[in-house]
């Protein structure tokens, strides 16, 4: 199986800046894509960055220019550098990986992480 755990979350004033982790667990030989998502309540869960193995990366329209994603391969670990953070960036921030590669020979799609908070606020 594979795992996926999130930290760095906190609260922090606007205008600061947070970089959350996520860590990939199990027998992995490799992951296609890893990024970020966010949800608050009532709403649906909205794409905040992904990255694939091969450089190819999203972002969406709201954290453009202000959030970094990247990613260690060897570490199976993404990183979210979040800067000039708004009180509309609060939410809860989920981590997702597809196409998970494992020994032996298992694929592994759509796999989340618990969910980490991240909260804006004066």
């Known amino acids: 199986q594979v795992q996926l755990v999130e930290s760095g979350g906190d609260l922090v004033r606007p205008g600061g800046s947070l970089r959350l982790s996520c860590a990939a667990s199990g027998m992995i030989v490799s992951i296609n894509v890893m990024g970020w998502y966010r949800q608050v309540p009532g709403k649906e869960r909205e794409l905040v960055a992904d990255l694939t193995s091969g450089g190819t990366v999203n972002y969406g329209d709201s954290v453009k220019g202000r959030f970094t994603i990247s990613r260690d391969d060897a570490k199976n670990t993404v990183f979210l550098q979040m800067n000039s953070l708004k009180p509309e960036d609060t939410a809860l921030y989920y981590c997702?990986?597809?196409?998970?590669?494992?020994?032996?020979?298992?694929?592994?799609?759509?796999?989340w992480g618990q969910g980490i908070l991240v909260a804006i606020s004066s």
């Open positions: 997702y990986a597809d196409t998970v590669e494992t020994i032996p020979n298992a694929i592994y799609h759509d796999v």
